[in-house]
């Protein structure tokens, strides 16, 4: 399950080569896999080989929306350069050198209904059709992810806040500031200075995207996305191939196992293991605090916690433990409103309960306090920490 990547292109060397061409036997990436079939000699039993179509379009096997369009863009310039069927046998790029031209290739482009991928503001600029309406663009997950990247690059963390799904909840400046640390403070981002997108896919519903980026050419991430009222937020990033974002869950099975068995230091190999490639797992941040409160260690507890309810402000569990580490450090009011909350999301919930009453006798609040206990014991007659706590009062 390593996020390291390894085989390169047998072509530029440099990226990740995925894909074996027939023509040369070697693997290769898209980039170059797309410089060498626009020539249209790839064997017809190879998937991505060219097939000619009309409007501009190409039927062929593209793993991302960027690879499809940046074949187009190739497949543009063979046919601005060529003699045309449809122009009588004209060449495009002559045909344009008169006003009358132009009209006649903008008239022929606007008789078509042509696919949102075909770049047709690259056409525009290359033969100067300046009357050639196109379409805005909007932005697409493969964009959302290409940007979220450069901001990284450019070492705008800030600028990322934007894009992360369920940004509302950054208005809390101790999430806020949290985000910002854990982004800047990765150990891959912090020397990420080049991407490569590798491929893409869409969930069949069409609201969950992923998109495979290659950083540094040497790590895989894996960005998952989803769709909101039309636009894409990022939801998770998962440092390896598409293929380990749903593993996470036996991840999570197997570190809770061990933790419930006391078995720490096997747990800890697998939490150091796991919490490089799912970085924005609210559970293995909460094993982690866990970990660390039967360590003895609430420092390191608090840190992991707050991720886990910065990543997850509806886990209640985490909040809840996250509000009993506040509480062992004395910062009384923080755990106070943390403890209201998880309450106010669940109101059974006689751990929350019971230590909220707790500060409130240490406040001298006994009527509040005496409420909570006894709500306590209603839910559960036999919890002793309520029980005791009642008698206190």
């Known amino acids: 399950m390593s996020f ?4 390169k292109c047998g072509i530029c060397k440099k990226h990740k080569g995925y894909r074996l061409c027939l023509r040369i036997g070697k693997d290769i990436c898209w980039q170059d896999c797309n410089d060498m079939r626009v020539d249209r000699r790839c064997p017809e039993e190879c998937a991505y080989a060219v097939v000619e179509s009309e409007n501009l379009q190409l039927k062929t096997k593209a793993d991302s929306m960027l690879e499809y369009t940046e074949l ?10 060529l003699p045309q069927v449809v122009f009588n046998g004209d060449i495009p790029k002559d045909i344009v050198q008169t006003e009358a031209g132009k009209k006649r290739i903008i008239e022929f482009l606007n008789n078509f209904q042509i696919n949102s991928l075909v770049p047709l503001t690259y056409l525009k600029d290359k033969l100067s059709l300046n009357d050639l309406k196109v379409n805005d663009h909007k932005e697409n997950y493969e964009d959302i992810s290409r940007n979220f990247i450069n901001f990284i690059i450019s070492r705008e963390w800030e600028r990322s806040v934007e894009l992360q799904k369920d940004s509302s909840k950054y208005e809390d400046q101790d999430f806020r ?5 854990r982004i800047s403070e990765n150990y891959i981002f912090k020397k990420t200075n080049e991407f490569f997108l590798v491929s893409s896919a869409l969930s069949q519903d069409k609201k969950r995207a992923l998109v495979h980026l290659e950083l540094n050419g040497k790590y895989d991430l894996t960005i998952v996305l989803d769709e909101i009222d039309g636009s894409w937020f990022i939801a998770l990033k998962v440092f390896g191939k598409p293929e380990i974002v749903n593993s996470e869950i036996q991840a999570n099975q197997q570190i809770a196992v061990l933790l419930s068995k006391n078995k720490l230091s096997d747990a800890f190999e697998l939490l150091k293991k796991y919490s490089t490639i799912y970085v924005d797992s609210s559970d293995i941040n909460y094993y982690w605090g866990m970990y660390y409160m039967f360590s003895n260690n609430t420092k390191k507890a608090r840190e992991f916690l707050l991720n886990s309810v910065e990543l ?3 886990f209640l569990e985490a909040k809840g433990l ?7 450090e004395k910062e009384i009011e ?3 409103r943390l403890y209201q909350e998880v309450i ?7 751990k929350s ?3 909220l009453a707790s500060i409130y006798i240490e406040e001298g609040n006994k009527s509040e306090a005496k409420k909570l206990l006894e709500e306590c014991l209603k839910i559960d007659p036999n919890f002793e920490y309520a029980k005791k706590n009642l008698e206190k009062l």
Not at 72 to 81: F, G, H, P
Not at 344 to 350: A, D, G, L, S, V
């Open 4 to 7: 390291f990547i390894s085989g």
């Open 72 to 81: 187009l863009k190739k497949q543009i310039d063979r046919w601005i350069a």
């Open 177 to 181: 500031m949290n985000y910002l640390k």
């Open 312 to 314: 997850d402000p509806d």
């Open 322 to 328: 996250y509000a009993t580490v506040l509480l062992q």
């Open 334 to 336: 923080k755990a106070k």
């Open 344 to 350: 106010e999301q669940n109101p059974k919930e006689i």
């Open 353 to 355: 309960l019971n230590n």
